[in-house]
């Protein structure tokens, strides 16, 4: 099919009378494949105004590209987008197979921690984080139970009479009876204070 080369004269170089009669309407004679590619040109632009399309029309000149530059550049970016949909479907056809490759590792790993015996449903990491709870909960348990020894045993030195001072006679008659009667018991005391002395610096 050969139709007149763009860009197409105007109107006027190409109308001639519709009939012999001097005031007859002005037309344009096409031929058969001038006709057709008008026609496919008007049905592709369907629902364009022609007022739209006149800039277009213009010869492409600098910032006024015509219709078949757009085109081109449509077409340039429709096979852009059909590369980068192609890169895509290729990337999460790898993402599959790595994500496949990850599960059957996390089975093998979890077969091997089963024989073992240890834990197949937890990760190192889990099984980790869950000791360390585990091991606060306990620190935390000794620490309440030690603040309330500590405050029993405060309570008790505050609470009992401490034993008499010292007046040991061991050297005259040992035993003496200060150091049999006391002896145990200001040992306890001196115990005790040391104790209570040393835990609260450690807080």
Known sequence: ?????????????????????????????LSVDDYYRAKICVNALAGWDTATLEPYAQGGAPGNPNLGQKFSELNIARKQRDELQSHLAKANDALAIMAEQRDQAWAELRAIREAIGANPEESTLDEVASKMTSNDEAVSKLISQRDNILGALELMV???????????????????????????????????????AEARNAK
Do not use: Q
């Open 1 to 29: 099919m050969t139709h007149t080369k763009e860009p197409w004269p105007p109107f006027i170089d190409l109308c001639e009378p519709s009939t012999p009669h001097p005031d007859s309407e002005l037309i344009v004679r």
């Open 158 to 196: 505050e609470r009992i009479a401490e034993p008499p001072e010292a007046n040991c006679s061991c050297h005259l008659s040992p035993p003496c009876n200060d150091c049999v009667d006391y002896g145990g018991e200001r040992e306890a005391f001196e115990t005790a204070k040391a104790e209570i």
